[in-house]
Structures are given as C-alpha cells and as structure tokens.
C-alpha cells in the first residue's frame, strides 16, 4: 500500500469518492430531509396557502370595495350635476318671483303714494282755507282796532267841546225818541 492511501485511509474527511458522500450521510441526510419535507407539507403548506388565500380575499374585497366607492362616487357626481342644474333652475325661479313681487310693492307702494299726496293735498288745501280764514279774521280785528284808535284821534282833534256835547245831546235824543 502506498503512502498516500494509508494517509487516506487514516484520514476521516476523505471520502471514497469525491462527488458523493459516504452512504450513512445518504440515508441519514434523506430520512431527515423527507421528515423536514413531510412536515412542511403537513403544517407550513396549509399556513402558506391560507396566508395566500387571505390575501387574495383582501384584495378581492379591497377592489370590490374600490368599484361600490367608485359607482358611489359617480352617483354623487351625478347628483352634483344635477344639483347645479337644479339651482340654475331654482336660482331662475327665485329671480322671477323676485321680479314678481318687487312689481307688486311698486305698484303697492305707488298706489299708496298716490292715496297719501292726495290726503295731504286735501290737508293742505283745508289747512289754506283755514289759515285764509284766520288771517282774514285777525286782519279784520286789528282793522277795527286801528280805525277805533283812528276815529277816536280824529274826532278828538275835530271836534270840540261844544260840537261834542252837541252830538251827545243828539244821539242821547234819537234813543229817546225811537222808545
């Protein structure tokens, strides 16, 4: 024997062939690596498929949800459109009946103008005449007042005592008689 199979054979980590391991690591390594694949298809596969079941339910749910928020999203859209077609409408509505009732207050208010100006002509006129005659009355006081004051002056600066006491005599005779 030679020198390097006795170095070989004494040497544990040679093995008899160099691709293939020796046969107690073939079936030691297969057992346990059938035991490590049976238990990964027994508990480790159905949690894996039941993760990925999972998921494809929550995005399922999460794109039907997607699609309702979006037809939901549409109908408001629509409903908005309408709306402010609505209040075109209604703001055209308002306007006329605006228009409608100013039109009515004006031709309220100008009937009532009217009734007014002629209730306060009416006053005014009576107010005139009222005045007019009051005027004409005060006037005709303070024209008896003066001519009183006049003729007394005047009879006094015309008249003397003789005269005077001729016309007394007179007048105080004409009341006598007409008894």
């Known amino acids: 024997m030679s020198l390097i199979s006795l170095i070989a054979a004494a040497d544990p980590t040679q093995t008899h062939s160099w691709i293939l391991p020796e046969t107690?690591?073939?079936?030691?390594?297969?057992?346990?690596?059938?035991i490590v694949f049976l238990l990964l298809v027994k508990f480790a596969f159905p949690l894996a498929k039941k993760a990925l079941q999972g998921r494809t339910e929550k995005i399922a749910k999460e794109m039907s949800d997607a699609e309702q928020m979006r037809a939901d999203a549409d109908t408001e859209a629509g409903d908005?459109?309408?709306?402010?077609?609505?209040?075109?409408?209604?703001?055209?509505?308002?306007?006329?009946?605006a228009e409608a009732q100013s039109e009515v207050l004006l031709r309220e208010g100008r009937g009532r103008i009217t009734t007014e100006v002629a209730e306060l002509e009416a006053k005014a006129a009576a107010d005139l005449v009222a005045a007019a005659s009051r005027i004409g009355?005060?006037?005709?006081?303070?024209?008896?007042?003066?001519?009183s004051t006049t003729i007394d002056k005047v009879v006094r600066a015309t008249l003397d005592d003789k005269a005077q006491q001729d016309l007394v005599e007179s007048f105080i005779n004409s009341v006598g008689a007409s008894r």
């Open 24 to 34: 107690s690591e073939i079936i030691y390594g297969g057992i346990s690596s059938t």
């Open 137 to 147: 009355d005060e006037l005709r006081g303070e024209i008896a007042r003066l001519s």
């Open 80 to 97: 908005i459109r309408r709306a402010v077609g609505d209040i075109s409408n209604e703001r055209a509505r308002l306007m006329a009946e």
